[in-house]
């Protein structure tokens, strides 16, 4: 492992402290701290699983989530954690999962747990694919049809080509994964 480079803070709305790369020599620490760096590091990994639940078994099913990523070697974000995709499957997986929880809100029936609620989801995208994938395509390429109309309406000022005040967000950095959500 050697050595590990972290970002840590970040002056934005999750952090109030400047932004710090920090190298640690991982070899180099005493076995100790290794050992309680990895036990930590686990322990908080795995309780994230459980961030969000309502009930015991969406605490459980959290937990058996991330033991399944640990042994599948699974680190990505979960679907839309990043915001929109260019992938018309993942946008219309995403849109399928938005019908069916607006489908129960309408409805006024809680949703159930995260396990039924993602089967109802998959098949209701079975059943409606061809449809949601056409959807999808259209809003990505209406979004890009958009980005690139407003790109060369303003040349290299991107807030100009926004249609935003030019010292709107000098000072906001892009907001950074916290370490360890992307499995770095």
Known sequence: MAQVVLTIGGESKKSKWAKREVSVDWDKLPAASQDFVKRYGLKQYIADGMAGATTQAEANEGIDDRLRKLKEADFKRSVGDRGPTNDPNVLARQMAMTVVKDTFKEKNIALPEKSKLQSIADAYFTKNEKDLVK?????????????????????DDIMAALGLDPEAGKDDEPDEAEDGEDGE
């Not at 959807?135 to 303003?154: C, F, G, P, S």
Request: net charge positive; hydrophobic share 45%.
């Open 135 to 155: 959807e999808a395509t259209r809003q990505i390429e209406n979004r890009k049809k958009l980005a690139q109309a407003a790109a060369e309406a303003a040349g």
